[in-house]
């Protein structure tokens, strides 16, 4: 197997990030706090160019959405938002929850004002445009909670004794007949580029193209159980690895990660499919 080095180039661009850092909450408004990361950062190692071979989006779930209303009473939401991949930033996930905390005293006369102001601080801070939806308690008992659909890949009797990183393990996987198949694993984990605290995951992958072989496949994504990356890195780079080892004609990776901070983010990618409802799975 080769040696594969560091993924990420420009770590200078995470300096100055609150992640890994303490910090003092603020419950007031205060946009400032946004900290955006460019994506071309990781993009550039992966061998992605200004034309993007994928859609999709950065879909996160905000479940601690809380302000006061014009007569000072506390009202609470869950908020869906999407982040476009053609934006320049991801949203670093810490500075993100700060910000929501920073609604907490903060007086607004209407949902549409909370919206508005969600909607114009995080296009900004992506520097791309981000859509914003916000759900009362009256309408919490329609959210659902689901599994992915597709054929679990994690029942397969393998032995594991390496885990670091390492695309080689696709080398040769697609030889199969060409088949269209959905593919699943409840075995993610990565973790964060800047503290290292681990990140859980759920993946889908659908896919058309020679059929891909499930024993390597599951090796290759649970070789990401002591890689550093951000999410959103995380899933362009499965994205990316599969249409180089794989040849897949069309392509979707779906991650669907546990929730930190009351926060749970969720990168789609997809050459093929737009992207899904917001619909969490049990361990979100």
């Known amino acids: 197997m080769t040696d594969h080095h560091d993924p990420y180039q420009g770590a200078e661009a995470l300096e100055g990030l609150t992640l890994g850092h303490q910090t003092q909450y603020q419950d007031h408004y205060a946009p400032e706090l946004l900290q955006g990361v460019p994506r071309q950062l990781n993009r550039d190692a992966i061998g992605l160019g200004e ?7 950065d879909v996160w779930t905000g479940f601690e959405l809380s302000w006061l209303n014009g007569k000072g009473k506390p009202m609470v939401a869950i908020a869906h938002f999407a982040l476009p991949v053609t934006s320049s930033n991801l949203v670093e996930s810490k500075s993100f929850k700060l910000y929501l905390n920073s ?7 209407s949902v549409e004002a909370v919206q508005q102001a969600l909607t114009k601080d995080l296009s900004e801070c992506a520097q791309g445009e981000v859509s914003v939806r916000i759900l009362l308690p009256s309408e919490f008992e329609a959210e659902q909670v689901t599994e992915f659909e597709g054929e679990l890949i994690d029942e397969l009797d393998i032995a594991i004794d390496d885990y670091e990183f390492n695309p080689d393990y696709l080398e040769g996987a697609a030889t199969g007949e060409p ?14 580029l800047i ?4 990140d859980w995951g759920s993946v889908l992958i659908r896919y058309q193209g020679r059929a891909i072989d499930r024993e390597k496949l599951l090796r290759y994504l649970i070789s990401f159980r002591r890689h ?3 999410h959103e890195q995380c899933v ?9 080892y794989c040849g897949c004609d069309k392509l979707t990776v779906y991650a669907r990660y546990t929730r930190r901070g009351g926060l749970d983010i969720n990168p789609y990618r997809s050459d093929f499919e737009p992207v899904p409802a917001n619909v969490r799975l049990a361990r979100q």
């Open 51 to 57: 034309t993007l071979p994928f859609d999709g989006a």
């Open 103 to 109: 609604f907490n005293q903060t007086r607004f006369d």
């Open 179 to 192: 088949v269209e198949e959905t593919l699943r694993s409840d075995l993610l984990k990565s973790n964060c």
């Open 195 to 198: 503290t290292s605290q681990p």
């Open 228 to 230: 550093n990356e951000f």
């Open 236 to 244: 362009e780079r499965i994205f990316m690895d599969l249409k180089r």
